[in-house]
Every structure is written in C-alpha cells, then in structure tokens.
C-alpha cells in the first residue's frame, strides 16, 4: 500500500497566496473527493501539484511514499505514481496518445492494442486516439482519452480536477466506472475535485473533504456530499464556522 501526503501546502498565483495551508493524507485503493466554493483553491491545488508554470509554491511538501514531488518536472512525478488530470485537456498538436504514453513510461510493445480495448471500455471509438492528443475532440471525447491514459499507466494515485465538468450523462458514467475499477484492479487511489454530488453516484467516496480559503475545514464519509446537496457550502465557510 502506498500513501499520498500533502502537508501544509501553501500556494501563490499572480502574487496572491490561494493555498494557505492544505493538508490531506490518503491511501493507494481509496477515494478522496475535494469540494468547495468557486474560488476555494481547488483547482489551483491541482495546477500547483501538477507544476503548471505560474503557481508558486510557497511552503509544504506533496510527497508519495516520502519521495517528494514538488521537486521533480511533471514527467518524473508521473512516472513516480501520479496522474494529474485538469479540468481542461490541452491540445498537443504534432504528438500522437501513442506516442505520450511512451515517453510517460508506458512499454510501447502492444501498445496500440492496449489503448484500443481501453477505448472500448469507456465507450470511445479507438480511431480517436489516433490523432494528436486532444485536437479536434469534443469534451467527451477528451475525458475518455484521458480515462485510456490512466489505465494504460496504472498510477498509484490520480488527481482530477473537475473530471465530470462538461460531461453529459453516458459520458460521466463511463468515466465515473472507469475509476471506480481502478481502484480495486491495481489499487489506485483517487483524488477527485468536484462541485456535484453526481460523480458521486458512480464513484464511491471513502472520504470527502470540503475547502475554503485554501485550506481543509471539514472532513466527512459519504453522507458530507448529502449536506453539501442540502445546505451548500455557505455554513463551511471560515468566517462562519
């Protein structure tokens, strides 16, 4: 079993500190879901892990199994467990899927295969991953893709920003499923960032952490999602707790 720790992570974007504190500790197998208000730094959260150019680290430490990564380029943290999905899938024209996997450490050998009956499981033509990654796909389509990249890596933990954002009903059952797999087929654990509890309906929580100002302020089971639903996130807000 492996462990994902993120301590005291502070984090600056255009000179203003977004992430003012963020911990939160989980285990390969299990799933974590982060929610809150716009403007809470979740998905800054996400972008800093990722090492977007742009999102100063202030202080902390995002570590698996003790290896930190905040100090390796976003290919090596890849390739030390970790998968980062973002809310909005950049196009790469010129790079095949392919192509991407293989630089990201994946065994080019049946390769082709593998991505193809990926597709089929998420319910996406395999013909879309013959093209440059992310050009000419619709939202859907990217999603699913990413789901390809995901299996095909097997990483120990998978970040996802805004997974189900853009998605239509079929689309983010499939993609919802597809985690929910992961997590028994090699133990991935997962680390979903979401405003709606309607992931929720396909990927079962083991934990759900509600954020604002940057920082965790409550951590519940499944039943946190039903208050969220209820109340909103207006009675989780610092100045008010």
């Known amino acids: ?16 500190e ?55 380029s976003p290919t090596e943290r890849t390739r030390h ?6 809310q909005h899938p950049m196009e790469v024209p010129g790079v095949r899927p392919l192509d991407m996997l293989v630089a990201a450490g994946a065994v080019r050998e049946g390769l082709a295969e593998r991505m193809s009956n990926e597709a089929r499981r998420v319910e996406l033509r395999p013909d879309v991953l013959e093209r440059f990654v992310n050009v000419d796909l619709s939202g859907g389509e990217r999603k ?43 133990n991935c654990g997962v680390l979903a960032i979401t405003h709606f509890r309607r992931l929720l309906q396909e990927l079962t929580p083991t934990m759900i952490h509600v954020v604002s100002e940057g920082r965790v302020v409550a951590t519940g089971g499944p039943e946190l999602a039903e208050i969220l639903e209820k109340d909103g996130y ?4 610092i100045g008010n707790k």
Not at 81 to 86: E, Y
Not at 234 to 237: C, G, I, K, V
């Open 1 to 16: 079993m492996s462990t994902l720790t993120i301590a005291g992570l502070r984090v600056e974007v255009a000179g203003k």
């Open 18 to 72: 977004v992430v003012k504190g963020f911990d939160l500790t989980m285990a390969s197998g299990e799933v974590h879901v982060i929610m809150g208000p716009n403007g809470s730094g979740k998905s800054t959260l996400a972008h800093a892990i990722a090492g977007r150019p742009g999102y100063k680290v202030l202080g902390g430490s995002v570590t698996i199994d003790g290896v930190e990564l905040l100090d390796l």
């Open 81 to 86: 467990g970790l998968f980062l999905a973002l």
């Open 144 to 186: 699913r893709a990413e789901m390809v990249q995901l299996a095909i890596l097997q990483p120990q933990f998978a970040m996802l920003d805004e997974i189900d954002s853009g998605l239509d009903v079929d689309a983010l059952g499939a993609v919802a499923r597809r985690l929910q797999e992961a997590t028994t087929e090699w």
């Open 234 to 237: 207006e009675p989780f807000r």
